[in-house]
């Protein structure tokens, strides 16, 4: 009987073993996958000194920041806080070890962070965000844009899901430039809100919002044509050549945007990537390419990965320039919605490869030898102990490998093992 | 310049990526190891409820345990704190989702805990701990004693240090046992925590030790005979059973320990094992088998590995019985004394495998093409873009691989490619 509440705190994630090995597949194969695109590792810690993470936070995340409260033991020090993104402890990080690291740093963060967030279906407490990024010193070479988009692309290759995934990719200097052409800059924070908000609500509301903060109706329809832009790369170059925009950030937005693509063909990403120009993905903080990545015959689902280009990563903490491009898959919300929508269940495999069960206790010293044996091969293998019955053992080895072998008197003396398919009573030589 | 102190908080690791490599090559040792040890995965939530952990810690736990301010979205729920360790979790997980386990359930984690720590050099206050526990239900046999040992001693000596590694192991079931039959069994517990500290004091101080504790001359005599016998196997038994003790507690615990150590030799393990009757690892909590592994050459660093078997792993949470044996390496705090005694120096590979080197905008693609068929193969690449010399290109990849692999015009077209070392100049053509 238990004595007290057992259950975890609400919005975390706690998973069954047979689920956990499955999570552990998506994070192995993304810091795979990172790894073989040359992304070096780092890991800050979880603990941050509150005014690092408030010199960038604002709005909500601010409100979601959970401060730890010291100990007696360690009382003497500044407010501390969980970190809740690997961005801001990067743009510390790099401040304080400039000297020792080599530009362009191309750096992996997979790890834990934290947010306050109101309890919901989907929405986590603590989770998995397992980002790449590419920091330049004062510059940083468009093609890495691509080489981030890639290395995500790839990665979700890797999964082996059933169903296909797209990146959708815009660069906002696109629209910075057309609104720099057409005097609209000074409204152009509440147009990017508009334009990043436009697929949540019907295209009318849309135009309405347009409307609303004072643009005519000729800007509207222009504004709300550019954004339906979308498709293959050669069509929608195309048709933004044919806008006769002179503007210098548009053109360079439209530069950039093509060599991004056409690197991305190259690696025969081709049908993973559309350009889209309802893209801006919120942040001011983006300058230039900005992407989400969805699964196309998921919509409902949303953006499972996210990013782009940054001017300066490390403003709130240095004078320096660091520009930079990185991508973000939320790994701890991408496996809840691929297992509500089954994606993942074909990829179910046994928990071990072998179970060894011997007969006695005399048997035990051998089955150890084939278990290490076994092992030198990277099978994952258990050895059952115990005076129970062979019958009772094999039901429960069945629960968690489909090969049992079973070792008496006889397999020690010959030295002869047959491995027992659980599943359908196939008996063969071990080899 | 520095707007801001960007230094990490005090008593967290941070590593620079060459670093941060090899902690990675450790950890990823201890997770193939304990799978192939058929040790399945799981990981609670950091964030756990107070009340929770309060069950079982007591004393400096209590003191050190970090509680998180809740925001003003998680703001109706209980009090909450960050784990300090993962025994406490895992007795709740098993509590909790008891009906959807198997057992003996075969368990590791591996992940982060926080205690409040003082400020005190290769002490910290968020650290990995990489566990393994085996879970019985009712009963759990003894050989599962050797298999966490095993499991333990395999994951030191995948890591390849430069040093032996010793697994010194007792059983508290003969020093009970010998109590009872001395009829010292109410001064047990001084007596356990004066050997448990015998170690760090001149062998006079734990006779005055006992002096003081009211025991006679002769029964001082008789423990300090007894926790001074170590040694291999047949001879300290041997040892043991002139003593011609009759208790049942003691006769077990002596069978118990010959029967853990005849398995672990029987895995060619008897180099790296050794009975030590000092060794009783402090908390209450074991109740048979305990050990602790040392570096025999390094012994100033202490323990780098501890565990053993416990009676009941959930008694704070449930009125059933889960006996367990498990153990645990300190990942955080290994890292730090091997880095600081030179241990892990011969293990430092390049970061990278390859550099791909395009010398202009031209060879973007194929170099792509190259690096993917690079990254099939399991190495990891990096594309090296921009305008920069090529001089310079060469001494930036240098600080990350030695294998370089320049790409213009011709090898475009010959597809012919030469891997340029960057540590011998040689130069090879790549296969």
Wanted: hydrophobic share 35%.
């Amino acid at each position: 009987m238990k004595k007290i509440n057992t259950s975890k705190v609400s919005g975390t994630q706690e998973l069954l073993p047979k689920e956990q090995a499955l999570f552990n597949q998506l994070r192995d194969n993304i810091n795979t996958v990172y790894k073989r695109h040359g992304f070096l590792t780092i890991e800050t810690p979880h603990l941050e000194r509150t005014e690092i993470l408030l010199a960038k936070a604002g709005g909500d995340t601010e409100k979601q920041i959970y401060k730890v409260v010291k100990t007696a033991e360690t009382a003497d020090e500044s407010d501390q806080a969980l970190r809740f993104d690997h961005t801001v402890p990067l743009a510390r990080y790099i401040v304080e070890h400039e000297s020792n690291l080599i530009f362009p740093f191309k750096v992996s963060q997979t790890g834990i962070n934290f947010r306050g967030e109101r309890a919901q279906k989907g929405r986590f407490r603590e989770f998995y965000q397992c980002d790449v990024d590419i920091i330049g010193r004062n510059y940083l070479p468009i093609a890495y844009d691509a080489d981030v988009i890639a290395t995500l692309l790839d990665t979700f290759i890797s999964f082996n899901l059933n169903t296909p995934i797209l990146a959708r990719i815009n660069n906002r200097k696109i629209l910075t430039g057309l609104l720099q052409a057409f005097n609209l800059e000074d409204k152009s924070k509440d147009i990017y809100s508009i334009i990043d908000h436009s697929e949540k609500v019907p295209p009318e509301k849309t135009k309405a919002n347009f409307i609303e903060i004072g643009l005519s109706e000729k800007d509207t329809t222009m504004l709300l044509d550019l954004i339906n832009i979308n498709g293959d790369r050669s069509l929608v170059i195309e048709k933004l050549n044919n806008l006769n925009i002179t503007n210098e950030t548009f053109k360079t937005g439209l530069a950039e945007l093509n060599e991004v693509l056409s690197l991305l063909e190259a690696q025969n990403l081709g049908d993973n990537i559309s350009i889209d120009l309802k893209v801006v993905r919120g942040l001011d903080y983006y300058t230039g390419t900005v992407f989400e990545f969805i699964l196309p015959e998921y919509k409902s689902i949303g953006s499972v990965c996210g990013g782009g280009r940054y001017e300066n990563l490390t403003s709130y903490f240095s004078d320096q320039s660091f520009p930079g491009v990185g991508g973000s898959i939320g790994l701890t919300r991408l496996f809840y919605v691929l297992n509500e929508n089954n994606l993942l269940k074909n990829q179910a495999e046994p928990l071990l490869d072998y179970a060894i069960i011997p007969i006695s206790k005399s048997e035990y010293e051998y089955s150890e030898t084939v278990a290490k044996q076994l092992r030198n091969q990277n099978f994952t293998v258990m050895v059952v102990y115990g005076d129970k019955k062979l019958g009772d053992k094999l039901s429960y080895v069945a629960k968690l490998t489909k090969n049992a072998i079973v070792i008496g008197e006889e397999e020690t003396k010959t030295k002869k093992l047959k491995v027992k398919n659980l599943l359908t009573g196939d008996i063969t030589n071990l080899e």
